[in-house]
């Protein structure tokens, strides 16, 4: 018998599987101890206070309240809220292109589409100001990008010769800024990491090896509470902890091991203590803190999120909100018989227990919903499923009529497949013939002139 799909683990099938159950099976509860390490103990009485001890009740967003449909031409790679404007929202997609999408209004649509040749992977806002995006992409630059007008200026070009074979070419991932030193960090397919002052908008310096030689470096944070801590994680296996401080190749700090290729790595949002990993071999790993032991991690919660191919990589992210630093949002790639439809849910889960909080789907989505941010300030998912854009809230905080009238579904540009026939770059990507449907139907759209609908507007792209 092959090992389960799911936990990797012999003696019985995905089906029955335990972890499908209970995503909590087999997990530790976090333990409730006194400090005794004296760098926890000054953590306790200097940071902990920041940190509600008692845990509020969560508002899920589990209601579609409005949604983008082919907002894009390419799957959706990346999602970013405004930092001061609750009801904008950035999106990256594999064509290199950036889109700002006003939800609010649900019907425009600002697609910059000249600013990478291809798969924009990572963006950040510049610290200094809000009008500015920063993006790394594939083609091996950074580009540097005003939202009013869509003017762009390259930071740094990796590849300023072209294409000159595979071994060669180097494509950027992991991205960063650290706002107390002022620079941006990126980091490529090779290893390597780069510096880039944001004031003078040249590199700093060389570029580090700080993953293994040839090895992707998907992912980068800062530390939010002490600056001079960055977290890395690549595909060989390895999320490292590094001091910015002393910033060379073989000075880690402390190396976590994963068995397979490790998706994303971030620090707690309010403490920093904390660490969130997602890894290829269908798990999530927690480490309570980072002055304690790094050699295990503190829990593992089995989850749903291998694939193949033709899909951006799943990201396990933290909620900014959340004053006690437990829920996390991550969709799930092993879809579930809902009604007689196969869905993909979006999962939200306690990390400190392993519980299911909830899990949110909707009828009409069918595609799988691999990127999710939640939003900084108010209770709102954004997902990112195949070339569309879905903003969730609360189900509660509106009535039913309500509901109807406020849910707003705009279709983007028409269906341009012919029966029985797929181009070359639709094989290259996760399925986008089916949209979503206010009416419950999955149909193909049709090249139509602009048409206003109950639920919204049909516009050409």
């Known amino acids: 018998m092959k090992p389960c799909f799911l936990c990797k683990m012999p003696g019985h099938t995905t089906m029955t599987c335990p972890h499908r159950v209970t995503t909590e099976h087999g997990v530790m509860p976090?333990?409730?101890?006194?400090?005794?390490?004296?760098?926890?103990?000054?953590?306790?009485?200097?940071?902990?206070?920041?940190i509600t001890s008692m845990k509020?009740?969560?508002?899920?967003?589990?209601?579609?309240?409005?949604?983008?449909?082919r907002y894009h031409s390419r799957r959706v790679t990346c999602l970013e809220f405004h930092p001061i404007n609750n009801h904008i929202l950035l999106s990256g997609d594999k064509k290199g292109q950036l889109g700002v999408w006003d939800f609010d209004k649900v019907h425009e649509k600002t697609v910059y589409g000249n600013i990478h040749s291809c798969i924009l992977n990572n963006m950040r806002f510049s610290p200094a100001n809000d009008g500015t995006i920063y993006a790394?992409?594939?083609?091996?630059t950074i580009s540097c990008t005003d939202l009013e007008t869509g003017i762009s200026s390259s930071l740094m070009n990796l590849n300023p010769d072209g294409w000159q074979g595979p071994n060669t070419w180097r494509m950027l991932y992991g991205m960063d800024i650290n706002l107390e030193k002022g620079v941006v960090l990126v980091a490529?397919?090779?290893?390597f990491l780069y510096l880039v002052d944001t004031r003078s908008n040249s590199q700093i310096g060389k570029a580090?090896?700080?993953?293994?030689?040839?090895?992707?470096?998907v992912g980068l944070h800062c530390n939010p509470v002490q600056p001079d801590l960055l977290l890395s994680c690549g595909n060989d296996h390895f999320a490292r902890l590094w001091d910015m401080r002393r910033l060379?190749?073989?000075s880690t700090l402390y190396n976590l091991e994963h068995k397979r290729v490790v998706n994303s790595a971030y620090f707690s949002p309010l403490s920093g203590t904390k660490i969130l990993t997602t890894s290829q071999d269908n798990r999530l790993r927690i480490w309570d803190s980072i002055f304690g032991n790094l050699d295990i991690p503190s829990r593992e919660i089995v989850h749903s999120h291998d694939f193949?191919?033709?899909?951006?990589?799943f990201r396990a992210e933290w909620d900014p909100k959340d004053p006690s630093e437990s829920l996390a949002v991550i969709g799930r790639y092993i879809?579930?018989?809902?009604?007689?439809t196969a869905l993909h849910p979006i999962d939200f889960i306690d990390i400190n227990t392993g519980q299911l909080v909830a899990e949110v789907m909707d009828p009409n989505i069918t595609t799988i919903s691999p990127v999710n941010k939640l939003h900084p300030r108010d209770d709102i998912l954004a997902s990112g499923s195949s070339r569309s854009l879905f903003i969730w809230r609360p189900k509660e905080k509106y009535d039913v009529a309500e509901q109807l009238d406020t849910r707003k579904i705009v279709v983007f540009g028409g269906d341009d497949r012919k029966r029985g026939k797929r181009s070359k770059d639709e094989y290259d990507d996760d399925s986008d013939d089916e949209k979503f449907n206010p009416k419950g139907k999955n149909t193909k759209a049709k090249k139509s002139q602009k048409e206003t609908t109950r639920y919204g507007r049909k516009a050409k792209r």
């Not at 976090?30 to 206070?49: D, G, M, S």
């Not at 580090?208 to 470096?217: F, P, Q």
């Not at 193949?308 to 990589?313: A, D, G, I, S, Y």
């Open 30 to 50: 976090a333990p409730h101890k006194n400090t005794q390490n004296p760098v926890e103990f000054i953590f306790e009485r200097q940071l902990r206070p920041r």
């Open 335 to 340: 879809s579930e018989n809902y009604n007689g």
């Open 248 to 250: 060379e190749s073989g």
């Open 208 to 217: 580090i090896m700080i993953h293994k030689k040839g090895s992707k470096v």
């Open 136 to 140: 790394a992409s594939s083609d091996g």
């Open 308 to 313: 193949n191919r033709h899909l951006t990589p």
């Open 56 to 69: 509020p009740a969560y508002a899920i967003p589990d209601q579609v309240n409005c949604a983008a449909i």
């Open 188 to 191: 490529d397919n090779f290893g």
